[in-house]
């Protein structure tokens, strides 16, 4: 912020006497600060990000991705919504997470067995043609923790006796019941309450 400061502080005594500039000289300073004031504006999301779930499906003839899940250090979460969608005007529904919903996340997601969960986990159910990805992101100290599940489907894993890690189960339950409150709006498939989903097995 120092540096941007300097070049605002350039920038406004270009043309005092006593110093004067070239139009190169103040091309230079107009890109420094713009790409100065972008890098901040980008450090600033990141730090605010608790978790983040970048949803892609995909299938022989096209690809889509989107944010399905954000939650930020101030118990706001957004999401990109899929049943009405405008692509002229593709906007993120907000709410804000109750306290104690918030206070349970955070502290769950900083829990050692989920800091300690693999990178990657990956399902196939005989359908090669088309698929399914989640990339999650969870704040980790002053860094961040990445897996990435690849055809996520915990109830059929269990019936096909491929079962995930509690933690991923508990994680992909909260991501869900969340996105839900989000976009106020019914999930592809009812994750949460629907036979066999996420309140049947506890969580």
Request: include cysteine; aromatic fraction near 10%.
């Amino acid at each position: 912020m120092r540096s941007f400061r300097g070049l605002i502080f350039m920038w406004r005594h270009r043309g005092k006497p006593g110093n004067p500039m070239k139009r190169s000289q103040v091309s230079l300073l107009l890109l420094l600060s713009l790409t100065c004031s972008s890098l901040t504006g980008t450090q600033e999301v990141k730090n605010n990000l608790l978790l983040e779930v970048i949803q892609t499906t995909y299938d022989v003839t096209r690809k889509e991705t989107l944010i399905y899940l954000r939650v930020y250090t101030d118990g706001t979460a957004e999401a990109h919504p899929m049943r009405d969608v405008d692509f002229r005007t593709l906007a993120l529904k907000k709410i804000q997470i109750a306290p104690s919903e918030f206070a349970n996340l955070r502290d769950f997601l900083r829990s050692p067995k989920v800091q300690n969960l693999d990178p990657e986990y990956r399902r196939f159910w005989g359908n090669k043609d088309f698929g399914q990805t989640w990339q999650v992101t969870i704040a980790q100290g002053d860094g961040e923790k990445s897996i990435l599940l690849v055809n996520f489907q915990p109830f059929l894993a269990r019936t096909r006796k491929k079962p995930y890690p509690v933690e991923v189960e508990k994680l992909g339950c909260i991501v869900w019941e969340l996105r839900a409150k989000v976009i106020g709006e019914p999930l592809e498939r009812d994750y949460v309450g629907g036979i066999g989903g996420c309140r049947e097995l506890g969580y």
